[in-house]
Nanobody
Framework: QVQLVESGGGLVQAGDSLGLSCAAS????????MGWFRQAPGKEREFVSG????????DYADSVKGRFTISRENARNTVYLRMNTLKPEDSGVYYC?????????????????WGQGTQVTVSS
């Protein structure tokens, strides 16, 4: 059974930093492109960042470029998202996502596996 388990969310103030982790089980992470999406109340789930299976290609939403950093450790079956200079508009539930090779860039419609999400709240 495939599981993606996010951790690291929480309540922070604007300008603070936060790190998210996604631990995968039941699959070999090296065979999947990985990414992060987020969803704010009343809004659609949106792409935040993606990283290719080998880690050589990375993509970010314009709204987080220069502030967020995605990385992965295939040996640990873990993906990370480092979030700096957080803004209130970064608040939402952050979901880890996995998609098959050949499905790049990551889009909400081509995700094979989703995590359960972790809440990030940024106060002003």
């Amino acid at each position: 059974q495939v599981q993606l388990v996010e951790s690291g969310g929480g309540l922070v103030q604007a300008g603070d930093s936060l790190g998210l982790s996604c631990a995968a089980s039941g699959l070999a992470l090296r065979s999947f492109h990985m990414g992060w999406f987020r969803q704010a109340p009343g809004k659609e789930r949106e792409f935040v960042s993606g990283i290719s299976a080998g880690g050589d290609t990375i993509d970010y939403a314009d709204s987080v470029k220069g502030r967020f950093t995605i990385s992965r450790e295939n040996a640990r079956n873990t993906v990370y998202l480092r979030m700096n200079t957080l803004k209130p508009e970064d608040s939402g539930v952050y979901y880890c996502a996995a998609t098959f090779l050949g499905s790049w860039p990551l889009q909400r419609t081509n995700i094979k596996y989703w995590g359960q999400g972790t809440q990030v709240t940024v106060s002003s």
